[in-house]
């Protein structure tokens, strides 16, 4: 079945330093993929998105692109804050199921 | 605005009892979602219905029982056949894209 995989938590870095957080997957065909954020005590918002092979997708200074070649969707910022400080998931879709990584939690320290 | 409400946002159950958690969508996405998210890790899918008087069992579905009687309402009753509830229930919405999330119900045991 499809699945994904992300990199093991937590995640701590200081103020404007870049980050990365990988992910990979395996799924039979062409899955959207998909970062989502969320907050303590709060639901899943939606980070940004990819539909398709080498799409970039972008929001908050955040992006990550639809690497088919490696079956990867690495999320990346230039220049964390204090504010980014959060839990990402990296998920997939094939149109029918939907598939979550486990989550890497960010810490960034001013 | 469009969006998902799930309530109440704190819940307590005694022992025995079985509660109810709301979820209701105004987004006419088709299939909605129930996870349980256990402190610090990622979400198990519970149940999920893709249209009106049709759901499914996830992976965690002993002790659960949900409803579809409307596009709009998907409600999860935790029995008291599930002897560990505590948890944070997060509900969500789609239509062939990705998932939308509610702000999530906190269940408590006293």
């Known amino acids: 079945g499809d699945s994904v995989t992300q990199m093991e938590g937590p995640v701590t870095l200081s103020e404007e330093a870049f980050l990365t957080i990988n992910c990979t997957y395996t799924?039979?065909?062409?899955?959207?993929l998909f970062w989502y954020v969320q907050y303590p005590g709060e639901g899943l918002q939606l980070l940004l998105k990819?539909?398709?092979?080498?799409d970039k997708g972008s929001n908050k200074g955040f992006e990550a692109t639809y690497r088919k070649e490696t079956t990867s969707f690495h999320l990346e910022k230039g220049s964390v804050q204090v504010s980014d400080s959060a839990v990402y998931f990296c998920?997939?879709?094939?149109?029918?199921?939907?598939?979550f990584g486990p989550g890497t939690r960010l810490s960034v320290l001013p | 605005d469009g969006g998902i409400t799930q309530s109440p946002k704190y819940l307590f159950r005694k022992e025995g009892q079985n509660v109810t958690l709301s979820c209701e969508q105004n987004?006419?996405?088709?299939?909605m979602y129930w996870y349980r998210q256990d402190p610090g890790q990622g979400l198990r899918l519970i149940y999920y219905?893709?249209?009106?008087?049709?759901?499914q069992k996830g992976d965690i579905a002993e002790g659960y029982s949900v409803s579809r009687e409307k596009k709009e309402s998907f409600p999860l009753t935790v029995t008291s056949a599930q002897k560990n509830p505590t948890a944070f229930y997060l509900c969500?919405?789609?239509?062939?894209?990705?998932?939308?999330f509610g702000d999530g119900t906190r269940l408590s045991i006293l």
């Open positions: 969500a919405s789609s239509w062939n894209g990705p998932q939308h």
């Open positions: 799924a039979t065909g062409y899955p959207s």
């Open positions: 990819a539909t398709k092979a080498d």
């Open positions: 998920a997939l879709s094939d149109g029918q199921n939907f598939v």
């Open positions: 987004l006419n996405h088709d299939a």
């Open positions: 219905s893709q249209i009106v008087n049709d759901f």
